[in-house]
């Protein structure tokens, strides 16, 4: 098969953060500072990916203004070519770094939003004042301009806060707002029971979105990703396994998704120890799951396989236990039955389960 270039890689710059926040779609086993990709590298990284045709670039983390570098790396990323967006908490973005990010180039901002109130969102975050410190960086990011989008990530906690939300993203400035449930990857798999919106709070989020989506056009853009629990079809997870994005963990494993280290038997190559071009189109794990043959015959013979690619292949491996299997949440899958067990057990729990906070391993 013919493999595309990437249009997106995902710079997971490292994944120290101070908050806590128990959906964090990082692994469970976090890498320390030590393990960290240095300013260098990272710019070689940003390099390549420009050679190899990727567009954009998302500066995550964990909390990517925990590295103080943040701005040479942005400066590296803005000289390769690349369209800079920092996915942020906002923790640690002061007056000054702002300017010089714009100076060196920054092109966008993805604010995360874990409530609407100081004492939903600090419990959420695990971080006491972190709610103040944001709305205070909000207002700089908003004086000075730069194209904002809030990234409001919602469950059975905030999800009846949805039109306060919208109503937020509007007088914060923001030019777009992603209402994302939860998925269960990383941390939110430890968390499903407390996190899981029930489907009536689904429905009326589809509702308010809907009608805020024709109220607000022109005025603020929408992007919604209801629970895919509740959804007949899977979603196409990165676009299809290998075919429009990259990730690279904080110590340079470069991944097809950002949960893909969950797949146990995959190889994964490393940056620098090899280039990002022969990682993309040779590397073993980039060629596991890429096109559909891999897929059963449910997939492989069903109208939608070119649109979702069969689900998501880490979700394939945590709920059916074959990484090459129809993803569960499809209701055309043969283990549809265990996602509607999950979701069963964990609405019944739900109310009384409390949050495991994503944590860093202690040291010693
Ligand atoms: S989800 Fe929360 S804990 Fe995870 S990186 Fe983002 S702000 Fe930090
Ligand atoms: S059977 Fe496979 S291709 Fe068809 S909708 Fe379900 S996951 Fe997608």
Redesign the pocket.
């Known amino acids: 098969m013919s493999v595309p270039a990437p249009i997106a890689m995902l710079a997971e710059l490292t994944h120290r953060?101070p908050?806590?926040?128990p959906?964090?779609?990082?692994p469970l086993a976090l890498h320390g500072k030590e393990n960290e990709l240095n300013t260098e590298t990272w710019a070689r990284a940003f390099g390549e990916a420009a050679e190899l045709g990727v567009l954009q670039l998302h500066l995550s983390?964990?909390?990517p203004a925990s590295r103080p570098d943040l701005v040479d790396l942005t400066r590296a990323a803005h000289e390769a070519g690349l369209y800079t967006n920092l996915i942020t908490?906002g923790i640690g973005l002061t007056p000054a770094r702002l300017d010089a990010l714009e100076a060196v180039g920054l092109d966008h901002i993805q604010l995360?939003l874990q409530g609407t109130t100081p004492e939903l969102a600090d419990r959420i975050?695990g971080y006491k004042g972190g709610f103040a410190r944001k709305m205070a960086v909000a207002a700089e990011i908003k004086a000075r301009g730069i194209p904002l989008t809030l990234n409001a990530v919602m469950h059975r906690h905030n999800l009846d806060d949805l039109e306060r939300t919208i109503d937020l993203a509007i007088e914060l400035g923001a030019r777009r707002l992603e209402v994302a449930c939860v998925q269960f990857h990383g941390w939110a798999t430890r968390n499903r029971a407390a996190l899981l919106p029930s489907r009536a709070q689904t429905e009326a989020a589809k509702r308010i979105v809907a009608e805020a989506e024709a109220r607000l056009r022109g005025t603020l853009a929408f992007d919604f990703v209801p629970p895919d629990y509740y959804a007949d079809y899977p979603k196409a997870c990165m676009g299809g396994w290998g075919s429009a994005g990259l990730n690279i963990a904080p110590d340079g494993t470069v991944l097809p998704c950002h949960a893909a280290e969950t797949i146990p038997h995959l190889d994964f190559d490393r940056f620098p120890d090899k280039t990002l071009r022969e990682i993309w189109y040779d590397g073993a794990a980039f060629n596991a799951y890429r096109g559909t043959d891999h897929l059963p015959e449910t997939c492989r013979s069903c109208e939608r396989v070119g649109i979702d690619f069969g689900g998501c292949r880490c979700q394939a491996l945590a709920l059916a236990g074959d990484a090459a299997a129809t993803d569960p949440v499809c209701s055309r899958s043969p283990d549809h039955h265990k996602v509607t067990a999950l979701l069963e057990t964990a609405l019944a729990e739900g109310d009384a389960a409390e949050f495991t906070y994503?944590r860093m391993p202690r040291k010693g």
Request: with cysteine; net charge neutral; glycine share 20%.
């Open positions: 953060c908050l806590a926040c959906y964090c779609s990082n983390g964990g909390e908490s995360s975050g994503r």
